[in-house]
């Protein structure tokens, strides 16, 4: 049995720290002289700026100190150096006019822009609660069929391998089953259903579920994860991390809008007259055409929400590579080199596929408070000691997507055994 660390993330905001401008000037021009004529009682009239309006282009509104508004000693004025003499009612167009240059010179270059705000996170593996994971489980008629590396037919290795590793993490994640198409549906491309809920202790369950499950059908792989994303939404907001992990042998099809003849077949059957496949057309030619951008589509929608799809390819998949590529950089969750979904192409590797998509879910996936610009703003550290960034995500930790810090290979298991927790440092 795998080494995984109890599970979900208790986030621990530690400090955050800011620096910021109080009384930054937004910038005034140069003071303007305006002629004017003494009233009869020998005093000059407030400046005007031509129109009739009482002010001048020159006076800083924005300044910091008595320039502006005019709040100090502006009162009644005497000469054009607006000087204040004695306690005066006006609103300081003298004391504006008289001060407003060297705070314009001084101050024009307006607010500058906010430095970021950093803050510490800490993660602690002992206080996460349980992921939750539903299994979408690919039941097609393919997968009835023998493979290399396998003692038997691939679905007797699901069986086997997911029976196992549900029994193995029972109590340290919570797991749901949702096999497609339909189970006991005539309808070959009939969208997958939940037979076994998402909750606590359900071991048991989903192997009697999976041993009672005969291969048939097609693969309608969009379909069932945009259903696996209702299911994921419907779930209480309190509880663990959500996630998928996608178990399939064949390529995504049961698209009928998609055009049988000039679309992608399903290979080793007929989508439409001229496929080298075969020379007749059946009624359900267009559910052949290979739905991979529906399916990419489906599970980057998944991502988005917080739901990160993990793709294990059963053998079967020949000439398909590309597809499950695909999935596995729009559920979010794409290794490093040229196979970026986890390549089940024996039984054991089965066994360590299913068991390391488990162990990233539970113990090695942080979900930040908010989003970061890019990596260069994150840094993590396992009981104190800096950990340095992989790009290529074989050891070390990477961000997988905006909000969202992930270790891999022995750093994984380095932080889920942290006696102190992961620390994530973050600016924004």
């Known amino acids: 049995m795998m080494r995984v ?17 109080d009384g930054c000037a937004q910038g005034a021009g140069d003071g303007v002289s305006i002629e004017r004529e003494p009233t009869d009682d020998g005093r000059l ?87 939750r994971i539903l299994l979408v489980v690919d039941k097609s008629g393919s997968m009835d069929r023998a493979a290399t590396g396998y003692p038997g037919t691939k679905w007797a290795a699901a069986q086997d391998r997911l ?26 491309c009939a969208t997958g259903t939940v037979t076994v809920p998402l909750q606590a202790s359900t071991a048991t369950a989903i192997s009697d579920e999976l041993f009672a499950i005969d291969p048939l059908g097609a693969t309608p792989t969009a379909a069932t994860l945009r259903a696996a994303k209702s299911v994921l939404d419907a ?39 001229n496929n080298p496949v075969g020379a007749t057309r059946t009624n359900l030619a267009p559910a052949n055409c290979i739905d991979d951008d529906g399916a990419a589509a489906a599970a980057r929608a998944l991502n988005d929400a917080g739901y990160p799809v993990f793709v294990i390819g059963i053998p079967g998949i020949n000439g398909l590579e590309d597809v499950m590529n695909h999935l596995a950089d729009a559920g979010g969750t794409a290794l490093a080199g040229g196979t970026r979904y986890y390549d089940a192409s024996t039984d054991d590797a089965l066994a360590r596929s299913l068991e390391e998509a488990a162990l990233r879910i539970s113990s090695c996936r942080f979900d930040l408070a908010a989003p970061v610009a890019t990596a260069d703003d994150v840094t993590v550290q396992i009981d104190g000691r800096v950990v340095a960034r992989d790009a290529g995500r074989t050891q070390g930790w990477d961000l997988v997507d905006a909000d969202t810090v992930e270790l891999f290979g022995a750093t994984c298991t380095q932080g889920a055994d942290a006696l102190t927790g992961v620390v994530v440092r973050a600016c924004r």
């Open 235 to 273: 779930l209480p907001a309190q509880g663990g991390d959500r996630a998928v992990v996608l178990a399939t042998d064949g390529g995504p099809n049961c698209n009928l809008r998609l055009d049988a003849t000039t679309c992608r077949c399903t290979p080793g059957v007929e989508c439409a007259p």
């Open 163 to 188: 029976s196992s590793m549900v029994f193995d993490l029972d109590d340290v994640a919570e797991f749901g089953l949702m096999p497609f198409p339909a189970v006991g549906a005539t309808d070959l």
């Open 45 to 131: 009239p407030l400046p005007t700026d031509g129109n009739g309006d009482d002010g001048c282009d020159g006076c800083t509104d924005d300044g910091d100190g008595n320039g502006g508004n005019g709040n100090g000693n502006g009162g009644e004025l005497i000469g054009p150096g607006g000087e204040g003499e004695g306690e005066g009612e006006g609103e300081g167009e003298g004391e504006g006019e008289g001060e407003g240059e060297g705070e314009g010179e001084g101050e024009g270059e307006g607010e500058p822009l906010p430095e970021q705000v950093c803050g510490e996170e800490r993660f602690d593996p002992g206080t996460r609660v349980p992921p």
């Open 5 to 21: 660390a109890t599970s979900s993330l208790a986030l621990v905001v530690l400090a955050l720290s800011a620096v910021g401008c």
